[in-house]
């Protein structure tokens, strides 16, 4: 791939094909093998449209700034600057989706072609320190930090890479005190803690009917009442319970349990009605994800 310019992933952009709808990529990728696999991968995707392809972080940045792409995939080898810089400034910037991608250290069969983990970060201080030093301790008496109760398992979403809150569960060995804390943590995990005027509060997973987003905040719809958080949509995706939560367009998620009915539209769109009245549409994206939720 030529240095210091952008180039189309393939040469040309086939738009003729493409749907209404589509996902916008930049593709920042400096090695030949990487790139290789991916083009492959996305030769077929009909709802990716890539708009650039940059060897390096600088046209990478450059390109986001021009473009304002959906989603950014990094190779995590790519420099001037690194691809973690790189993720750093665009999320802070623009907050686009962005996944790393690299190879295997061995290829195996059954091993995947790539690998990738969504960029996601977090605030780490030193009270972060502390409950990642006590979690893993917790996943230790419990079973082990790798496998068993305290391994961290993929989001059940599908979501490439992304990380779920190790799961715990109760070890027979467990003394009743330890067993006692776990069930308080696993209760407090299927809670959503939402700063209002100076106050926290803690609203249960089963309270919420759905949120959607407004800019820079989310809205959350509980028992009747709207609280206002400032969050994006995947950070809140990730808090929630992948098991009850599900995307149903680009800006709103719902709760599964408070849906009564679906009804399809034309183009592949729909309408949910929730327990509480509230009609939500279905972008035609999330329409499959949806359905497998009524089979």
């Not at 989001?155 to 776990?182: C, E, F, I, Y």
């Not at 959503?192 to 905040?217: E, H, N, Q, T």
Request: charged residues 25%; hydrophobic residues 40%; glycine residues 8%.
């Amino acid at each position: 791939m030529a240095s210091n310019q952008m180039q189309r992933f393939d040469g040309r952009l086939e738009r003729a094909g493409c749907p209404a709808e589509t996902v916008q990529v930049v593709v920042g990728c400096s090695g030949r093998s990487v790139l290789m696999k991916l083009k492959e991968m996305l030769r077929n995707e009909r709802l990716i449209e890539v708009v650039a392809a940059c060897p390096t972080g600088d046209e990478i940045l450059r390109a986001c700034e021009e473009l304002r792409p959906s989603l950014v995939m990094l190779d995590t080898g790519i420099t001037s600057p690194d691809a973690l810089v790189v993720a750093a400034t665009i999320h802070a910037q623009y907050a686009p989706k962005i996944v790393l991608l690299t190879e295997p250290v061995a290829t195996d069969v059954g091993r995947p072609a790539l690998l990738a983990v969504e960029y996601n970060p977090q605030t780490f201080d030193a009270s972060c320190l502390f409950e990642t030093a006590r979690d893993t301790l917790d996943a230790i008496d419990g079973g082990d930090v790798l496998g068993g109760a305290g391994r961290f398992q993929s989001d059940p979403r599908g979501a490439m890479g992304s990380v779920a809150a190790p799961q715990k569960t109760n070890h027979p060995n467990q003394p009743a005190s330890l067993q006692a804390d776990n069930s308080a943590r696993h209760r407090m995990l299927r809670k959503l803690l939402v700063r209002d005027s100076g106050v926290v509060k803690v609203v249960p997973f089963d309270d919420i009917a759905w949120v959607d987003a407004a800019g820079d905040y989310m809205c959350v719809h509980a028992l009747g009442e709207t609280l206002v958080m400032r969050s994006t949509l995947r950070e809140l995706i990730d808090k929630l319970d992948g098991r009850t939560f599900a995307r149903i367009h680009r800006s709103t998620i719902v709760n599964v349990e408070k849906i009564v009915s679906l009804t399809p539209l034309a183009k592949g769109a729909g309408l949910l009605e929730l327990a509480c009245g509230k009609t939500l549409k279905v972008s035609r994206n999330y329409r499959d994800s949806v359905k497998n939720l009524f089979q």
